[in-house]
DNA sequence: AGCCAACCGTAACGTACGGTACGGTACGGT
DNA sequence: ACCGTACCGTACCGTACGTTACGGTTGGCT
């Protein structure tokens, strides 16, 4: 029982960033039914391995989901000659990033299982699924884009009070019904022009809506 | 093997009701752990019965999700005397309504339920638990919303070309990222005053986005 | 060569739970 | 009084799966 802190130590062998993913790859293909057998089979590692490195099935499910986000990593933004141009770039690009990732199979995949875990949890909201995909997503999301909003309004360009509360708004204006539609199994297509069509539209209704 | 179509023929004794009460309550409180002895012991029935009634546990998420969505009924909108201000206020209810709905545990239990089952499901997408919180859920929401965005344009207070694009939008402008952070395990309030102020909030920049 | 750690593959264990069977009871019909 | 139906409670069965244990193999180190 060593109560190991290593949440933010990823000290991740090769062999060991194989195994996960071969488990994402399960939890894209047959969801919540992963079992420790299947990832142990795909992986070509023993089942005994996967207790020593991962401790549980659910160390296993978190080591994964964190190990998908360590992948995904942003942009930085740069202040120089930031302009109206620059802006709505920057709010575009922030908004195809955001569906793509959203519609991936492997975000879908994702969301599911935390928000199947988030249902019956034990762990007093420390580090669990739920909480780790939401400082993964929306969150990290929400920090990324803070700069640029806040750039936006020192030029000039935008007019808001609480930052929060403007990016929930693109938020909503991005990701509407996309989510919680897929979530729920409805297969509908979200094709790249329509996702560059969406961010635009987004983009556009944001700055009608916090034009100064 | 009787292949029921009892989808809208729910002629549900007052016994089964109270059965399914059980089973929603169990639901909120356990989520999908829930099992057909808990039910059974909840609702003081046997599983024999549970079994009879419901055919199997799928049977009877698919029964209990049913059963709360036939709760749940929209309230038309008069054609008579809509003005501006009827507009805003059809607005502001449909958003308010959703709201509440949308972060009361039942429905948060519900989403979660379907969205787990969404990720493993064998059936063909006829009646899977994910497409009936769709159909009862958004999508219902459209159809309730339908008509009162076509008054509105009738009036000449609203300017758009697709229905179904208008209300994706208000969709976001209302639901932004609570329900994902709900569904995620978020555990943050959302009081009457803060749901009613983002309601107003939701119409105002709706209006502004889609005025004449 | 000898040793040790890490690992693979697989068998085995314990348990939770979906589903079934069966005895017992209440009740309405005949 | 007799029977059938519907139901409760509970014991039971089969299986899936998390978890553990163990024998066998590889590879590096001395």
Redesign the pocket.
């Known amino acids: 029982m060593k109560s190991e802190l290593e949440i933010s130590e990823t000290a991740l062998?090769e062999?060991q960033k194989d195994v996960l993913d071969a488990a994402l790859a399960l939890l894209v293909e047959a969801g919540d039914?992963?079992?420790?057998?299947s990832v142990?089979?795909r992986?070509?590692?023993?089942?005994?391995?996967l207790?020593?490195?991962f401790g549980?099935?659910?160390g296993l499910l978190t080591a994964t989901v964190q190990w998908q986000a360590s992948k995904v990593r942003g942009v930085p933004v740069s202040r120089d000659g930031f302009d109206r141009d620059a802006l709505i770039a920057g709010l575009e690009r922030f908004a195809t990033d955001w569906l793509r990732v959203l519609s991936g199979k492997i975000s879908v995949a994702l969301n599911r299982v935390a928000v199947t875990h988030a249902g019956t949890d034990k762990h007093g909201l420390g580090r669990d699924l739920g909480g780790i995909v939401l400082e993964n997503g929306p969150f990290a999301m929400a920090r990324r884009l803070e700069p640029v909003l806040l750039l936006g309004r020192e030029a000039g360009l935008l007019q808001f009070d609480h930052t929060d509360e403007a990016f929930r708004t693109f938020f909503g204006l991005v990701v509407r019904d996309v989510q919680i539609r897929l979530l729920l199994g409805d297969h509908f297509e979200l094709s790249e022009p329509s996702i560059e069509r969406d961010a635009k539209r987004a983009t556009e209704q944001f700055l009608v809506l916090y034009k100064p």
């Open positions: 062998t062999r039914k992963l079992t420790m057998t142990a089979r992986a070509s590692c023993s089942k005994e391995s207790y020593k490195w549980d099935r659910d």
